[in-house]
């Protein structure tokens, strides 16, 4: 054997050493990140179980019946209205022509940027009895406050329906890509065949979008049952409300366990089914080639109510509450710039900021984990990641409060018995939990956008890589991470956005004394000060219209 061959011979393995290595050290971490993932869900489970029978059979004889019933109300209104609206929009602007169908199919995206909770201030300040809708009908028609009747903003109907005008988005989104997707053949076999428009729509179009229209809605209803600030401002009670009850206001540790069992196992259901959903139904186009759908030309009446269709909801969901916010904000003592609220701001960044680099990172360990080494184990522990995005934040900060508690009472037990020194509350009372729950949180969100992006870098760039020497670090500083720079732009943007708007994981974890704006607006309303509420919620707003804007500009790219 030459020199030569001895040295090709001998470089692969240390070579292949070094990638066993390098991938060994993205195994460890993506699998710690997994096992942070699913500690909430284990404690809680844990917590529950061992929280004795007669929490759980006081709650059920006293509050679980009406958790559970004005939940799966919420979720069913919601439900049907965001299906409604979603499809009903994402249909027309794509197969309709009609004035401001161009401009209507990126305004439907808009109320996006609004956390329900926000959208429950601005129209509680104006439907509300003292409100400008019923005092200048109390002053127009001459009635008393008890001469007539007027639907009741503070329900659980005004729940669903603050909820519907923010959520809809998700279904616009994803059917307007699935009928985007179609091929016209199928519609115009049926049109050709004797079905009108909207018969060729119901029995064709819609069945082949149904995938993506049911996975739409099961994202709305898991943001409904995570939902805290618009059912706790309306009064509606919830899990969610329940949870948050039962560890404050009673100091009922068991009872918010079990509570919280009982909402992670119809959110774990939930992501479940969407998953199910996703992998099982399929549908293919029957020829080769790809026909436009094509777009009929409204006129008259049917190009009025099309615009009409398509202008409520954008009205509603956005322009009216930044009109309505802006106007109480004007009328409030809030200063934005005094140095309270400085300090509501520089929070809300400090923790948006840490959450979306560590889940960043924590995307980054998986999703290349998954590339170096795909398989079960790459996939189960990217799977366990995904699911803190169907649990509520709620449900995390118990089960993470739960453990930590604990273990901070036990330290600070062990070194007053040996060294008579009181340690405190180290890990509970810290912002890094309260991070690590956002973590948790937001993971698939980052994880989703890192994945698209890494789907676009060629297997052949990984093999050119470990030719030239590269190690699976070398590869991912050198290769991976500059051509992902605008994939990681958008997950952090997303996680970011995400922080600022999370309201019931902020309230139950934060230090003592450490304000968001999103606490310091729940606080404001909770006293009945929507003017000054106001204030918060428009820089959440507006904070929460870049990720809009980036999809905004995505949409544009479609056309």
Known sequence: MTAASEIKADAPKGSRRGRKSGTGVFSALAWCVALACILPMLAVAIAAVTGGTETIQHLMETVLPRYALTTLALVVLVSVGTLAIGVGAAWLVTMARFPGVRLFEIALILPLAFPAYVLAYAYTYILDHPGIVQSTLRDVTGLGPRDYWFPEIRSVGGAAVMLVLVLYPYVYLLARAAFLQQSGGAFLAARALGKNAFEAFWLVSLPMARPAIASGVLLAVMETIADFGTVSYFGVQ?????????????????????????????????????????????????????????????????????????????????????????????????????????????????????????????????????????????????????????????????????????????????????????????ITGSIWLLVAAYMVRFLAAALGAYESGQSTVHANMDAAARSLGQGPLGMLRRVHLPMLTPSLLTALLIVFVDVMKELPATLIMRPFNYDTLAVQAYRLASDERLEGAAVPSLVIMAVGLLPVILICRQVGRRR
């Open 238 to 426: 919830t899990f969610a409300t329940g949870i948050y009850t039962s560890w404050f206001s009673l100091a009922d540790r068991a009872g918010a366990a079990q509570l919280a069992l009982c909402l992670l196992s119809f959110a774990l259901m939930l992501a479940v089914l969407e998953r199910s959903t996703r992998g099982k139904a399929r549908y293919h186009q029957a020829g080769k080639q790809h026909a436009a759908m094509p777009p009929a030309e409204l006129k008259g009446v049917h190009a009025i109510g099309a615009w009409v269709l398509c202008a409520l909801p954008v009205c509603f969901g956005f322009l009216l509450p930044v009109f309505v916010l802006f106007n109480m904000g004007l009328e409030s003592e809030q200063d934005l710039f005094s140095r309270r609220y400085i300090g509501f701001l520089q929070n809300s960044l400090t923790l948006a900021t840490s959450a979306a680099v560590i889940t960043v990172m924590a995307a980054i360990c998986l999703g290349f984990y998954q590339r170096m080494r795909p398989g079960r184990a790459s996939g189960t522990a990217a799977y366990m990641s995904r699911l803190g995005y169907a649990v509520p934040g709620g449900v995390i900060a118990v089960g993470l409060m739960v453990p930590f508690a604990a273990l901070d009472n036990a330290f600070d037990a062990w070194m007053r018995a040996n060294f008579d020194i009181r340690t405190g509350l180290l």
